[in-house]
């Protein structure tokens, strides 16, 4: 920090931080952790991911980002499709399996939680948090990783429950107070349908 408190900016000279260095910092940023899905030629595919963040509400619109070495993105690419599962923290254990610790088959990965299907194919997670239902309208490669970007088509929500997060290479429990946020807005353009999974009309426009 300068007297104004103001912190300088890396002499351009310097060589730029390792992966190391980067991986070691970025481990205290905590992430909701999901489950992504798609459809493929050889069924269905599923990936844990935590790079995943909103875009904008108008039009609702989400950024996925996924290692190009991936079975997920290799389906992702070719159906043009995905699901983003956010997930409850009782649902720790499918994290793991979708992160390929179980080394389980994505057959078995899939048989180990109930999923319906929403109107682009791809699987939804019955109980997790929220699903949203999404086609890729554009895509990035940035190094290792690609970008999908993606307009959500719609939306499927649970009773809030304790939501699941990853923060120094470990998961922990998040406590969702309903009454700290709220839900509303009416806003032009593109609506995807939002359900709630207890039941219930879908209502445009509320996410
Ligand atoms: C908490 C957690 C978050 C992850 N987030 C991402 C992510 O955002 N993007 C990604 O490509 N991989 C992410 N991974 C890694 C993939 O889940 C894992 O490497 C995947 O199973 C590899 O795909 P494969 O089945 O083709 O081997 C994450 C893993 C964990 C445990």
Redesign the pocket.
Known sequence: MDAEGVSQMTNPHEPPPTGLAFREAMAFAA?S?HVVTSIGDHGDAG??????CAISDAPPSLL????R?????SVISRSGVLAVNNLSYDQLAL??E????GSRSMIDRFARARWTRGSTGTPLLADCLASFDCRVDHSMTVGT?ELFICAVVDIVRATPRRGLA?AARR?FSVDLDRSAGSSSLAEPGHRPRVHDRAGGEPRAGEV
Do not use: K
């Open positions: 992430s952790v990936i844990t991911a935590t790079a995943i996925v980002c996924l290692n070495r991936s079975y997920a993105h994290a793991d979708f992160a390929g610790r990783h990853y998961f």
